[in-house]
């Protein structure tokens, strides 16, 4: 059974930059994609991006500007990174699995609040 | 940006049937690609339903099924219970621009 466990920043100021780390437990890292999905207060899921097992990364149009995934397969560990952050970055960050066209596992989630 | 269209909310007594509906296009459902539903329980991380339009991961209830046609796809729950208050997510896709994962505007589900 695979579990993710998420952690980072949950403040930031407008400008900084949003830093999110997410280990993997169990499972085997290299059978996945890995991926960041995001929810504001009260709205629905969005698609951040994703890093395959090859290394390479595809993001969402609207962020691929400012984000940057990568990982750690000796730590089995996956990062996000979100540069000048604004208010609407303030959101519930997850990771997730991504295998075959689904978001099998989940991390807990971490709130992520941008405000001067 | 959700380009994958839900009813805002749905309800329904305890026992009886809802049907939620997501709305794609040419360049999501429409082209072909799997739909996955995901159901959402207040204050946790949405949790897979439903994966390639009608298949359900070991645990899940039959009371839940999916179907897809054209460029839509629909997820019904039956026998409906008062833990299934919720909100739930459809998620394909979209070829368009370089291609990206989307997903639903989501569903509440109000059981009465």
């Known amino acids: 059974q695979v579990q993710l466990q998420q952690w980072g920043a949950g403040l930031l100021k407008p400008s900084e930059t949003l830093s999110l780390t997410c280990a993997v437990y169990?499972?085997?890292?290299?059978?996945?994609?890995w991926t960041w999905i995001r929810q504001p207060p009260g709205k629905g899921l969005e698609w951040i991006g994703e890093i395959i097992p090859r290394g390479s990364t595809n993001y969402n149009p609207s962020l691929r500007s400012r984000v940057t995934i990568s990982k750690d397969r000796s730590k089995a560990q996956i990062s996000l990174r979100v540069s000048y952050v604004t208010a609407a970055d303030t959101a519930i960050y997850y990771c997730?699995?991504?295998?075959?066209?689904?978001?099998?596992?989940w991390g807990q989630g971490t709130l992520v609040t941008v405000s001067a | 940006q959700s380009v994958l269209t839900q009813p805002p909310s749905v309800s329904g007594a305890p026992g009886q049937r809802v049907t939620i509906s997501c709305t794609g296009s040419s360049s999501n459902i429409g082209a072909g690609y799997d739909v996955c539903w995901y159901q959402q329980l207040p204050g946790t991380a949405p949790k897979l339903l439903i994966y390639g339009n009608n298949n359900r991961p070991s645990g899940v209830p039959d009371r839940f099924s999916g179907s897809k046609s054209g460029t839509s796809a629909s997820l019904a729950i039956t026998g409906l219970q008062s833990e299934d208050e919720a909100d739930y997510y459809c998620?394909?896709?979209?070829?368009?621009?370089?291609?990206?994962?989307?997903f639903g505007t989501g569903t509440k589900v109000f059981v009465l």
């Open positions: 998620q394909s896709y979209d070829v368009s621009l370089s291609g990206f994962y989307v």
């Open positions: 169990g499972g085997s890292f290299s059978d996945y994609h």
């Open positions: 997730a699995s991504l295998r075959n066209w689904k978001f099998e596992y």
